[in-house]
């Protein structure tokens, strides 16, 4: 059954701490996206990752860090720099840059006390 | 600055009549839109699309409305059911670079 999953649905943090959320995807797509979402605001990207070992900063990068290792994982740091780490964090995949639909996980909900 | 608008932030609507979403974007350079549907604690899923060479897309009780001079495209869900009560994601792009663009979304509650 192809799709994406996030780990965990929760967590919770001490401030100051760095925290990592985890995206796998198994639909073999070469993109993979990280979004956050706040109340009142649409999903703004954070980071994506066109192929393998390669990233570029979306339009709220600062605080956050990525990797992209492998086709299938693209995990996202929360370093302590981010200023309102709060948030529900979504991970998207698409099987290219220029295709039209992205395929979403079902998102990790982290607050940071 | 927020590019893509949806400028209701919730919607309720009788089991059988019209839904109405209504999307408001800045930048003419858009040329592809999209419409998603997100229940809670699940990400959001593709719902219908519509390219700028088009006006209207239809697919089953979906259809949105692209209005070009406006700036404006809507979804339209007939008759709206139960199952249809989720948050609804207008989405926008240009087809030279693969940024989406999304709005705040729309909450709809569709009642008995």
């Known amino acids: 059954d192809g799709g994406i999953t996030q780990s965990p649905k929760y967590l919770f943090r001490k401030e100051g701490q760095n925290v990592t959320l985890s995206c796998e995807q198994n639909l073999n797509h070469d993109a993979m996206y990280w979004y956050r979402q706040d109340p009142g605001q649409g999903l703004r990207l954070i980071y994506y990752s066109q192929i393998v070992n390669d990233f570029q900063k979306g339009d709220i990068a600062e605080g956050y860090s990525v990797s992209r290792e492998k086709k299938e994982s693209f995990p996202l740091t929360v370093t302590s720099a981010q200023k309102n780490p709060t948030a529900f964090y979504l991970c998207?995949?698409?099987?290219?840059?220029?295709?039209?639909?992205?395929?979403f996980g079902p998102g990790t909900r982290l607050t940071v006390t | 600055d927020q590019q893509v608008k949806q400028n209701s932030p919730s919607l309720s609507v009788q089991e059988g009549r019209i839904s109405i979403l209504n999307c408001d974007y800045t930048?003419?350079?858009?040329?592809?839109f999209l419409w998603y549907k997100k229940y809670p604690a699940e990400g959001p899923t593709f719902l219908i699309s519509i390219s700028s060479i088009k006006d209207k897309n239809e697919d089953g009780r979906f259809t949105v409305f692209l209005n070009k001079s406006a700036k404006h495209l809507s979804l339209h869900i007939v008759p709206s059911q139960p199952g249809d009560s989720a948050v609804y994601f207008c989405a926008a792009r240009t087809d030279s670079w693969g940024k989406f663009q999304f709005g705040a979304g729309t909450q709809v509650v569709v009642t008995p």
């Open positions: 998207a995949s698409s099987l290219g840059f220029s295709s039209y639909e992205q395929y």
């Open positions: 930048n003419s350079m858009f040329d592809y």
